[in-house]
């Protein structure tokens, strides 16, 4: 099964930028929808964003016009470019399929933004 590796987070000012980076074990060539996910403690695992293999894009509204999500598959990597970074945004973030069934990969183990001045 694909494990994949979450990695880029850190702590940031409100309206700075980071960007996540994950790398999956194997190819992610065939796999239709990547998306990268969010959660805070108390809630439930949320989309932020996802992508095709033709690069057709989908964003959360809380989100739209500040990520971007980009795909390498040469180099199994799944990118998602946070600018613009507000509060809200402080949460783990995981990548994984789109959407999430029984058969997706495990979860990882996630990258901490964490947004505060």
């Known amino acids: 099964q694909v494990q994949l590796v979450e990695s880029g987070g850190g702590l940031v000012q409100p309206g700075g930028s980071l960007r996540l980076s994950c790398v999956a074990s194997?190819?992610?060539?065939?796999?239709?929808?990547m998306g990268w996910y969010r959660q805070t403690p108390g809630k439930e695992r949320e989309l932020v964003a996802a992508?095709?293999?033709?690069?057709?894009?989908n964003y959360a509204d809380s989100v739209k016009g500040r990520f971007t999500i980009s795909r390498e598959n040469a180099k199994n990597t799944v990118y998602l470019q946070m600018n613009s970074l507000k509060a809200e945004d402080t949460a783990v973030y995981y990548c994984?399929?789109?959407?999430?069934?029984?058969?997706?990969?495990?979860w990882g183990k996630g990258t901490l933004v964490t947004v505060s001045s």
């Open positions: 992508i095709t293999t033709v690069g057709g894009t």
């Open positions: 994984n399929v789109h959407p999430i069934t029984w058969s997706s990969p495990s």
């Open positions: 194997g190819s992610i060539r065939s796999i239709n929808r």
